[in-house]
């Protein structure tokens, strides 16, 4: 009875020791290709999800509940007929809010160059120092860059070293010659992304995400109001970014999912907070000002 009790344990342990980062759900959609199999769209669908959810991305311990969670939709809008598909992607990710059954948006990326090859029934092989294809690459870049913003949440700037891999892969991926890897290939794709995520003109945006959600979001569930101020206490730091990179990838992605949130958030303050609360937000992210209008609105 022992040596079974014991068998069970080890087991158990051995499966949480090994337990993979991500849980990640994949979706393909094929809205304009009336040609294509539907079956293998769905064995792609089946294997890009295994790639993300079973590799083991770190040396780390994940707990199945502190997996991130994750969404990738790619729209397949034009199919060779063989093995070339041009497609473009939507990347998400989320943390949990302590204390409730709330996710935070910590990643939501459109990526317009999504190209790759693939050959039905192909399996996925992944290497951190060799370019195998530009689908296992783009999977393994947005793992460790996903991976990297939830470090970033919870420890300060914990997530700099999995942007340096995805760094390493954006390298290698280059000689693939496939869009969205370099710079010249626009201002909103994988090169500036990552190059904006180890910039250290956004450090003090890396460092709002980490304090946002532990000093922030994290203490709503024990006291709204103190958790709202502290938010509105660390939004004076952000005024520190260089104005004219406010337009860059990251912080635009950033605000892009955060305003809503942040504005629901310290909705729950006074009006004299509220507003001061309003004009910083004003300053450090424009692009949404029309959302942060609804903070000046007595309640």
């Known amino acids: 009875m022992k040596k079974i009790i014991g068998l069970v344990l080890l087991v158990f342990l051995t499966s949480v020791s090994f337990a993979q980062e991500l849980n990640a759900r994949v979706q393909i959609l094929t809205p304009n290709i ?47 007929g063989s093995s070339a598909y041009s497609a473009e992607a939507q990347i998400q990710s989320s943390r949990p809010v302590y204390g409730s059954s709330y996710y935070s948006t910590l990643l939501n990326m459109s990526d317009k160059d999504f190209d790759f090859n693939y050959n039905d029934g192909q399996t996925l092989d992944f290497s951190d120092q060799n370019f195998i294809s530009n689908l296992s690459s783009l999977f393994g870049f947005y793992a460790y860059t996903i991976i990297g913003l939830d470090k970033d949440s919870f420890s300060k700037h914990g997530g700099t070293p999995y942007y340096l891999r995805a760094q390493n892969l954006l390298n290698i991926a280059q000689a693939g010659g496939n869009k969205g890897w370099r710079a010249v290939d626009g201002l909103r794709n994988r090169f500036w992304i990552n190059e904006n995520l180890l910039n250290v003109s956004f450090r003090e945006l890396r460092t709002f995400i980490y ?18 101020k502290n938010i509105i206490a660390l939004l004076p730091a952000l005024q520190k970014m260089d104005k004219q990179k406010l337009g860059s990838i990251f912080p635009n992605v950033y605000f892009a999912s955060k305003a809503d949130e942040i504005t629901n958030v310290l909705s729950t303050t006074d009006l004299q907070d509220r507003m001061v609360a309003f004009n910083l937000l004003s300053e450090i992210d424009p692009a949404n000002i029309g959302k942060y209008e609804a903070l000046k609105k007595t309640r």
């Open 211 to 228: 304090d946002y959600h532990l000093n922030g979001l994290d203490k709503l569930q024990e006291n709204v109001p103190v958790g709202a």
């Open 34 to 80: 009336s040609n294509i199999n539907k079956r293998n769209v769905e064995l792609l669908q089946n294997t890009i999800r295994d790639f993300l959810n079973n590799n083991k991305w770190t040396n780390d311990t994940y707990l199945p509940q502190e997996r991130i969670e994750c969404n990738f939709v790619i729209t397949i809008t034009k199919w060779d």
